[in-house]
């Protein structure tokens, strides 16, 4: 993501009315959404899913409530079930489905769980990342576990260096500083991030790494009161294909060509994954339209912008549909109850040429009006098949 890029989604950010604050899902995604090591976090647009002969809706997902802060005891006791540790894997996939992340805690401090105040969770075809925190808290870890060949390893064997990739840009160097006991008997090292703080890293399979991050005002390899709960936690890591996301919606209409790249979910208790931002498109736009849903809260609402803005009617309700160039966005302030905002690109980005496949969609009205929503109230009836 370049300054352009950083000045384009701040201004789409400003240019609409809090609460809650809102951009592009998929351009989020598309165009750096990680900017790495970690300063920001990830802001979904809203979608709405809304039928135009249907017209039902959708709940956002929740999290846990908050709690203190702070960086857990050594003495912490599981907040997960005690496991019997699987061996870790002979290869990994060098694409992961979105729709069913790679990996999961094994074991995690006493009263931490994955959310907090940092990246949400996110699955996408080159990693999968998992933020640790107390409730809403700060970070206390940053887990992120890539497919094959999504690291390159440079360096001396000894102390390398690795660059790892999300497919949407490096988020730069993480330099092993010290050997770190084995994970699992595959090797592992402490590193010094690029801009802040530091990780453990290890080969998870050959050719595949994981990185556990531990924040810091400092650039460093963790501290070593750090290095044993970081340590534990690694080794608890869980590798495989386990329960897929579940949808509150089905989407219909979409080119056989166009795949999810990656999804924003929640994990409101230990293996109950509901999906949240879905960002999907063409090989050439990968995050070419954005999806996502949450409820209206007091004072929310869509901002008219004159020469860019118009209304339009979804769900029944009166909604702004914006036109920023390349980029268009339908917005419904309270449809049924609902904060609707879809983002959808024109033009693959950089370029002139329309996304593929996009031409006879119907723009991010007409896609909007294509997806069906399930019971609200009954996670049981949400489906693990969103793009039918």
């Known amino acids: 993501m370049d300054e352009t890029d950083v000045q384009t989604m701040l201004q789409r950010l400003a240019d609409t009315a809090a609460p809650p604050a809102r951009i592009d899902v998929g351009r989020a995604v598309s165009e750096g959404r990680r900017g790495k090591r970690r300063r920001q976090t990830r802001i979904g647009g809203s979608v709405l899913a809304a039928g135009a002969a249907a017209g039902v809706v959708v709940a956002l997902l929740a999290v846990p409530g908050p709690r203190a802060a702070g ?19 002979a290869s990994a996939p060098v694409r992961f489905d ?19 105040d940092g990246p949400q969770p996110t699955t996408t075809t080159r990693d999968v990342e998992l933020s640790v925190a107390m409730g809403t808290g700060p970070n206390w870890a940053d887990l992120d576990v890539y497919s094959r060949g999504s690291c390159k390893r440079s360096g001396p064997a000894s102390l390398p260096v690795l660059n790892c990739s999300n497919g949407d840009g490096t988020p730069g160097p993480l330099k092993a500083v010290s050997v770190a006991p084995d994970v699992n008997g595959r090797p592992a090292f402490w590193g010094a991030d690029y801009v802040e703080g530091g990780s453990l890293f290890w080969e998870y399979a050959p050719g595949a790494w994981a990185t556990l991050y531990a924040p810091s005002r400092a650039q460093g390899a963790p501290a070593s009161s750090e290095r044993p709960l970081l340590s534990r936690v690694a080794a608890n890591v869980r590798y495989g294909q386990g ?21 924003i979910f929640t994990e409101p208790s230990p293996g109950v994954l509901l999906a949240g931002a879905l960002a999907m498109g063409p090989a050439a ?14 004072g929310g609402a869509c901002k008219f912008i004159a020469g860019q803005s118009s209304y339009v009617t979804l769900d029944g309700v009166r909604a702004v549909f914006r036109v920023d160039g390349e980029w268009e966005s339908v917005c419904a302030a309270d449809a049924r109850g609902y904060l609707v905002d879809n983002g959808l ?10 996304v593929p496949g996009e031409a006879g969609l119907g723009g991010v009205v007409g896609i909007s009006r294509g997806i069906h929503l399930v019971d609200v109230g009954n996670p049981a009836t949400w489906t693990t098949d969103p793009i039918r």
Do not use: K
Not at 102 to 116: M, T
Not at 243 to 263: C, E, H, K, M
Not at 285 to 298: C, E, S
């Open 98 to 116: 979105p729709l069913v992340p790679y990996v999961s805690f094994g074991w995690l401090p006493s009263g931490y769980a994955v959310g907090g």
């Open 285 to 298: 736009d990968l995050g070419a339209l954005g999806l996502d849903i949450q409820p209206t809260t007091p």
């Open 345 to 354: 690109d024109t033009d693959v980005p950089n370029t002139s040429t329309p």
């Open 71 to 89: 960086v857990p005891p050594a003495a912490s006791t599981t907040a997960r079930p005690a496991h019997t540790l699987a061996p870790m894997p």
């Open 243 to 263: 329960a897929p996301l579940r949808f509150p919606y089905w989407l219909t209409g979409i080119p056989a060509d166009w795949a999810v790249s990656s999804v």
